[in-house]
């Protein structure tokens, strides 16, 4: 069973990103997906380096975004892939059928395709604007996320569906109404001067109806 909540780091630095992934991971976070775009490969190594003994010390799913060889370098535990990224296939060849392979979707038919070629989970979004991601696909809402988990179940397409962009604490109950699995949430984190209070907030609406 997956973590409900996946936290995508931030950070402009090597230095700014593990501050703020050991911060999420001592408030409670257990996934952690390494987010470090248009930086020099060197440093992307060096960085995803010192995050992976850091996630097994937490016991944390440690993934990596986009870069599926530095994924396979430093074995971590799976890869997170955009739309315009390497195909799914094309990484589970790579990576093996042990490995977590995410997806990123926009529409039904993404996460159609994502399954298809053995994608584990699916981030679909944007649920609102985000300023952390360049080139925003339409943005989805309630209504969007609604319409596509429909169509879901209606298919008996069955993965694991987190929700992206731009989520608040008070957004959580309404989204775990339409039907997805968990959400994968940045600046809410990063930028919480109670990381620790935040996290249980969010992970008592995640599990909400669950029974431990």
Not at 137 to 143: D, F, Q, V
Not at 183 to 194: P, R, Y
Request: charged share 25%; aromatic share 8%; net charge negative.
């Amino acid at each position: 069973m997956y973590n409900k909540l996946q936290y995508i780091s931030q950070g402009e630095t090597i230095d700014d990103q593990l501050r703020n992934i050991h911060l999420a991971l001592d408030a409670g976070c257990n996934w952690v997906q390494m987010r470090f775009k248009n930086q020099m490969p060197k440093d992307v190594y060096t960085l995803a380096e010192a995050v992976k003994p850091l996630c097994e010390e937490y016991h944390a799913n440690f993934i990596v975004n986009d870069d599926l060889h530095l994924a396979k370098q430093i074995s971590a535990d799976g890869v997170h892939l955009g739309l315009t990224d390497t195909k799914i296939d094309e990484a589970r060849a790579i990576l093996g059928s042990t490995k977590i392979i995410g997806g990123t979707a926009n529409t039904f038919e993404d996460i159609q395709n994502h399954v298809e070629n053995g994608c584990n989970y699916i981030g679909l979004g944007p649920f609102r604007f985000t300023a952390t991601k360049e080139k925003l696909s339409p943005i989805l809402g309630l209504s969007g996320y609604y319409d596509i988990l429909q169509k879901l179940k209606k298919n008996k397409i069955d993965i694991p569906v987190y929700a992206i962009g731009g989520i608040t604490l008070r957004d959580v109950s309404p989204l775990m109404e339409t039907g997805i699995f968990g959400i994968a949430i940045s600046g809410i984190i990063t930028e919480s001067d109670e990381k620790e209070k935040l996290i249980q907030q969010l992970k008592e609406k995640l599990y909400a109806n669950i029974i431990i």
